[in-house]
């Protein structure tokens, strides 16, 4: 898939085991990620076995800028992963694939997870500045959190209401129902 926006064109490569992509995407999902918030790489690699899970390096020309691991459910788009290359942040990588994702899925709600936004966080301005990135993208807070064996996070959307029964659906196709999680307030 080809995107063009401002002299930039986003081409989406599927990050399969051995490749360039597999390659460039790995390195950059491990040091963008804390440990206790990563699936291993080969539960990403076999979660993305199937065909609704995407697991993207994404390339502006031949270089690479970043990834997107996300899974597509019939109401729902779950982004779980979303990282621009170090050396290319703040330059608008970001939003791009964002808006690569909404123009793909104009009918589907797209959810992502994010640290909660709470003063007492040892790294309070990163998740204020990550939530303002996602609110100037079109998401909003939804109030409802996701919890699993690594915490709490908030919930956000492109949709006026959050779809929790789909969001859910989506988590568990995702996962093969092994993904423990709660959807609540």
């Known amino acids: 898939m080809k995107i063009e926006k401002k002299d930039i064109i986003l081409e989406s490569k599927p990050a399969r085991w051995g490749t360039k992509a597999y390659h460039d995407a790995k390195k950059l999902y491990l040091s963008a990620f804390p440990a206790n918030e990563r699936f291993s790489m080969f539960s990403l690699l076999a979660m993305s076995l199937k065909t609704n899970v995407k697991f993207h390096a994404l390339y502006d020309q031949d270089v690479f800028c970043g990834i997107a691991y996300y899974v597509e459910s019939s109401s729902t788009v ?25 123009e793909k899925y104009p ?79």
């Open 78 to 102: 779950y982004l779980t992963y979303l990282a621009v290359n170090q050396d290319l942040r703040g330059h608008g990588y970001g939003s791009k694939i964002l808006t690569m994702l909404e």
């Open 107 to 185: 009918d589907k709600q797209i959810v992502i997870d994010i640290e909660p936004v709470v003063p007492t966080a040892k790294n309070y301005k990163q998740r204020v500045s990550r939530l303002k990135f996602y609110e100037r993208n079109g998401f909003h807070r939804t109030d409802q959190k996701l919890k699993d064996q690594d915490g709490e996070f908030e919930a956000l959307t492109t949709a006026k209401k959050l779809d929790k029964s789909g969001f859910a659906k989506t988590l568990k196709d995702m996962s093969f129902g092994f993904y423990q999680f709660k959807i609540e307030k």
